[in-house]
């Protein structure tokens, strides 16, 4: 068996090398992706690496006089006429391992039409408006949402007004602003107060977007605001909590269980807000969610709020969401300032009913927040500017 190794910018590429060498019969034992160049591993370039084998026909020894090697043949004995295995003789490890190979084989052919489809997709617009499906993906937005806005501008203005960027640009905006238009924010209770919890995985910017909320309702609004920690996990951020309400003048309570959670609203009665601060819990360890859910239900909070940073990958926001669905009155997108794939949240406002309540660009205290609406959302989906594609 022949094995060769090929390397290539994608699968497509890398499989052509493999048939133009190997030929059709070719056999693919391993593939893998890596970066090329680059400094200290980063920003190289993506290569795929095929291995690939192809089994070879015997090859049936000639006759040689040991004496033309300078060897004697004096009491050598004949050599086994059978000094290669029949290729057709398969035994039980072998014929496995082919069915390993034709599985991993059969991978690999649907990693190539896989790749096809997306390089036709490439080529699915005319090159006037491929150029904003390119501009759209460069945001974070997904394929689906892509051929979404782009045939919305098919569909709804005349081909020759394709070239047209401020026309076109007015109906990508135009379908984002539908996809943004779910939005709710907080309203301080009347005659009892009004509860908000915030939850979500770690280092998303809970505590400081707590504080952004309390300053803003307490000092801007003029609003009784109390805090509630019941993140006890982390002791920097309960301390944190604390010396924020003593500058702002709230009152910030420390719960350790659900029945002191229980105490603490009761406490604070007289608020027209209560902001519970809760810990980051990993959305795939059960007994945290399990724990999360005990002081949510001994809250009974009118808004829960699901904080969310606009820098996490599209596909694990999504994983996150899903996780927190059913504990989730509303969304807050944080860290929008860290990212220029800010066009990634529209991935998940697109599968989702859930209204947005806030937006967080920064850490200044109370500055760096806003109230999302559906126009705020639009710029920061597709930039402050028109782009030109």
């Known amino acids: 068996m022949r094995v060769r190794r090929f390397v290539g910018d994608n699968v497509s590429e890398t499989m052509g090398k493999v048939k133009r060498e190997l030929g059709s019969e070719a056999v693919i034992l391993q593939t893998r992706e890596f970066s090329d160049g680059g400094f200290f591993g980063l920003f190289g370039k993506k290569k795929i690496e095929i291995t690939a084998a192809i089994e070879e026909a015997p090859v049936t020894p000639k006759k040689t006089s040991a004496s033309n090697y300078g060897f004697s ?29 034709r599985l991993l084989l059969e991978k690999m052919n649907h990693q190539i039409n896989k790749q096809s489809n997306l390089e036709e997709d490439k080529n699915l617009w005319p090159p006037v408006l491929q150029r904003w499906a390119d501009l759209l993906q460069n945001r974070g937005i997904n394929e689906n949402l892509v051929k979404r806005l782009i045939s919305h501008v098919q569909q709804t203005l005349p081909p020759k007004e394709w070239a047209d960027d401020s026309q076109v640009y007015l109906r990508i905006q135009a379908n984002v602003r539908q996809i943004c ?76 269980t659900p029945s002191g959670l229980r105490n603490a609203l009761q406490l604070h009665a007289d608020k027209e807000l209560i902001f519970i601060d809760t810990a ?20 009974q909070p009118d808004f829960t709020m699901l904080v969310m940073s606009a820098t996490t990958h599209s ?41 947005t309540a806030y937006l967080t660009n920064g850490q200044n205290v109370p500055d760096d927040i806003e109230a999302a609406t559906p126009d705020r959302l639009v710029r920061y989906v597709l930039g402050e500017e028109m782009p030109h594609a």
């Open 73 to 101: 043949t004096e009491g050598v004995k004949p050599a086994s006429a059978k000094l290669l295995p029949d290729a057709e003789d398969h035994s039980e490890d072998l014929q496995a391992e082919i069915k390993s190979m």
């Open 315 to 355: 596909a694990d926001q999504y994983r996150i969401y899903k996780r927190f669905e059913d504990l989730t009155t509303h969304l807050i997108f944080t860290k929008l300032d860290e990212t220029g794939s800010a066009g990634a949240i529209l991935n998940l406002l697109g599968r989702t009913t859930l209204p």
């Open 181 to 256: 238009g779910q939005i709710g924010l907080i309203q301080p209770g009347i005659e009892k107060p009004r509860i908000v919890a915030l939850v979500g995985p770690t280092g998303v910017g809970k505590t400081t977007t707590i504080g952004k909320l309390a300053a803003g309702f307490s000092i801007v609004d003029k609003r009784k605001v109390a805090l509630i920690t019941a993140d006890t996990y982390r002791v920097a951020a309960v301390e944190q909590l604390k010396t924020f309400g003593e500058i702002i003048g709230v009152p910030v309570e420390v719960v350790m």
């Open 280 to 299: 980051g819990r990993s959305p795939q360890h059960e007994v945290h969610m399990s724990e999360l859910r005990g002081f949510l239900n001994e809250a």
